[in-house]
Every structure is written in structure tokens, then in C-alpha cells.
DNA sequence: TAGATTGTTAATCGATTAACAATC
DNA sequence: TAGATTGTTAATCGATTAACAATC
């Protein structure tokens, strides 16, 4: 069992993209170094959870100026790997698929998608966004084959199993999941999910909040 | 100063849409009743929580048979305001807004887009899904005269923030914003975001560590 | 009845926020 | 130096988990 030296919190992570993103605004327009307090400012958070976000990434600030932003950069992309490119197949060629085969910042990201699946006869065997669209019935073997550690699933709901079965066959290590359904894969497989219901749930029930009190005035 | 009874945490708002899809799953294999022992099971959570989430709806259960699966269902569907269906626009006729446009499901999730906008003329006064595009300039105006509380945003994120102040300015209430950017509105007007890099980042962040782990065995 | 489950209160856990000495 | 910020420890807060009497 290997022992983690110290877990780090999923909050953090998620939090670690949204400090990059005002980085390298803040770099385009030329400054050269940021405080905790000015990236708490910017994304209404409390600077000293932003000062140990940044403590995990294990870059050391200086005081009174705060941190020098390329190294900053360069310590957060680092410590999300983002730095160290991943191959990953994308299983669905419908349009949630095409969409994500067409993002340009996944590349910044480190996820470069070399290959996308389907098992409709008229997507297979073209190209859609310059990435090959093969047969679903050959992605385990050349998951496994081509060493592929990433997969995406962008199928309909109720195909989501059998592509993720096939995935974990294939070797795939991390599922990105965009299918609204529970995955059942064996515990050592690293899951993401991405639930729009799970969001759109948050943002209708807060409005029906507001719009009932305000009807109450 | 509106005082609310009891504020329902976020993660219940986000776990409740889980209950559903395997509720929905059940009942259609003709499963009447379940108890929050078997919800959990499911979907590998502690059946206490399960219970507290389900009791934030207002449904009783009865001891020893547990939850009717229809009542069950219809609860965390109004408590989730799914029944209400609200109009919405959409700016950004790219890829992703024409995927969003294509979802079948948001129809049952209460979300109806009635509208895209672009500002590309090549795109606008045609249908995409059966959904009308219009250019971006008529978004606020018309959001006003439709009485429109949601907007969604799939633009790129350079104009995410003009496009947030369009729908602002045309009474939209929240909005559902795909841009990776931090949006600057009122503080009375409900943002959820879709930070798809936040979710890769905690991928391939664990991703790493597991095959650092394997490569020192 | 016996037994599983509900509803609810108490205990635990972890993340966020506050406080403050050290530092450039 | 004076002052803002870091790094870090302590306090708070809220969510999760445990415990258990009530109930069908």
C-alpha cells in the first residue's frame, strides 16, 4: 500500500486552474509579480487559502512582494502536470465529442487527444478536427497497444459501461466522464465526472429561490 | 435582508441529480420501493447522507420499506425546480453551443433554450437544432421583452465577460458559463460555472502520482 | 414478534478562516 | 526603518459519519 505523503485536497486543485488563468492575463500585460492577496482579490477568495493552495505547489515567496509570476506559472502547471503531455482516446464522435476534439486549450493542458471511437459505420474511418475516427470495436487493442493512459467518454448514457469496461481493458488508467451515469470500474481506476445536471440542479434551484422571494417581495 | 429557513448545502444540490438517474433506472425495471441503504450502495456513499440529502426534499419514508420510488423521484424533481421549466439563452453558436443545443435531456431537466446568438453573420438567422440564431446585438433587447432568467455561455473566453454584461443588462438572473474566466457581474446574479479545466486538472494530477507510484513499484 | 430502516442527535473529520511572528 | 506580505499555527466552521431510539 503506498502511502501518500500528503494528500492534497481536491478544493485545491480545482482552485489551482482559476489562479493560472488570471497569471497569464496578468503576464500578457507584463507584470512581473503577484501577491496572494491581489489573486484572492481578483477571484473573490481569502488570501490565505490562496497562500496554502500555492504552498502545496512548493514554490516560496518572498515577503512584502509576494511571487514572481513565470515561476509561478511554471510551479502550478507543473504540479498539475500539465507540463507532461498525455495521449487519450476519445470514445463518442457525436457533437459533445466533435466539441472537445476541437478545444484548443487542451494542449496547454497537457491532454492531446490522438484518436476518437465510434460505432457508427459513417463517422468511422475520416477525420473530424484532423483526429482519426476508428471503429469503436479497436479501441482496446490499441489502448493497449499505443499505451494510452487517458479516455474520454462522450457517449449516450446508456453505452457509458460498456465503452468504460472496454477502456479499463485496454489499460486506460483515468476515465474523463461526461455521461450522466455511475461508472463501474475497479477501484485503482482514476474517475472524473463531469455532471452538467449536477450544475444546471445548483443554478435552477437558486433561481427558483430567488424568483419565489421575490415574488414575496 | 431575505433570512433563509434553512440553507441547503451545495453538495446536496449536486448529489441529489445522482439519485435521480438511478432512480429512474429502477423504476423502469419495475422496482417500486428503495431504501437509502440501497441508494448508497449504488452509488458508494454513506447511507446516513443519503438519508439527511433525501430529508432536505421533505418526503417521509416509512422504517423497514424505506422510499416509494415514484413519490421519490417527483420530490427531488420539484425540489430541484426540474418541473419548472425555464426559457434560456444560449451565446455562443460554436461547437459547444450547438452540442448544448442538440442535449436531449435538458428538456427533463426543466432547461429549455429557446435562442442563440453569435456575432458571426455566416451563422446567425438560420436554425441549428431548431433553434433559431440571432446576432448578439439582440440579445439584450430581446431577453428583456421575453422575460428571460437564464443565459448560458459558450463563447470563447475573451468575450465572455461582454456577453455576461448583454444578458445582465437584459434582466437574465443566472447565467451558466462554460468560459474558463472569472465573470464580473452583480453580486445578486447566480453564476455557476463549468470549469472543465478544474476537472482535468484533478485528472491528470492523480493520473501522475499513480504512475510515479508504478515506475518506484 | 424480529429485523431492517427511518429520523435525529452527537461525534468526527477536514477545509476554511483568523491570528501573528518572521522577513524582505 | 516602516509596512506589506509570507509561512505557519490555532480557531472556526460546516459537512460527513457514527450512534441509537422510534417505527412499521
Not at 470495436?137 to 465503452?163: E, S, W
Request: charged share 20%.
Amino acid at each position: 500500500m503506498t502511502k501518500e505523503i500528503k494528500q492534497v485536497p481536491e478544493p485545491v486543485l480545482r482552485r489551482l486552474p482559476r489562479y493560472l488563468q488570471i497569471l497569464h492575463r496578468m503576464k500578457e500585460d507584463g507584470i512581473r509579480e503577484v501577491s496572494s492577496t491581489k489573486i484572492a482579490d481578483e477571484l473573490s477568495l481569502d488570501p490565505t487559502q490562496v497562500r496554502k493552495d500555492i504552498e502545496f505547489t512548493g514554490i516560496v515567496g518572498r515577503p512584502k512582494t509576494g511571487f514572481l509570476i513565470p515561476e509561478l506559472i511554471q510551479a502550478i502547471e507543473s504540479f498539475l502536470n500539465w507540463d507532461n503531455i498525455n495521449d487519450a482516446f476519445l470514445a463518442g464522435a457525436g457533437s459533445l465529442g466533435t466539441a472537445l476534439m476541437g478545444y484548443p486549450n487542451f494542449k496547454s493542458y497537457g491532454l492531446n487527444i490522438v484518436a476518437a471511437f465510434d460505432n457508427n459505420p459513417g463517422k468511422t474511418d475520416g477525420l473530424i478536427r484532423d483526429i482519426p475516427v476508428i471503429h469503436i470495436d479497436k479501441l482496446t487493442d490499441l489502448a493497449q497497444r499505443m499505451h494510452i493512459h487517458i479516455g474520454i467518454i462522450t457517449v449516450p448514457a446508456p453505452q457509458a459501461n460498456a465503452v468504460a469496461a472496454m477502456m479499463v481493458e485496454g489499460g486506460i488508467k483515468a476515465i474523463w466522464n461526461f455521461a450522466p451515469v455511475q461508472l463501474r470500474v475497479p477501484e485503482d481506476i482514476i474517475v472524473e465526472n463531469v455532471l452538467l445536471h449536477a450544475g444546471l440542479s445548483v443554478l435552477k434551484r437558486k433561481l427558483g429561490q430567488v424568483l419565489k422571494d421575490q415574488l414575496q417581495g
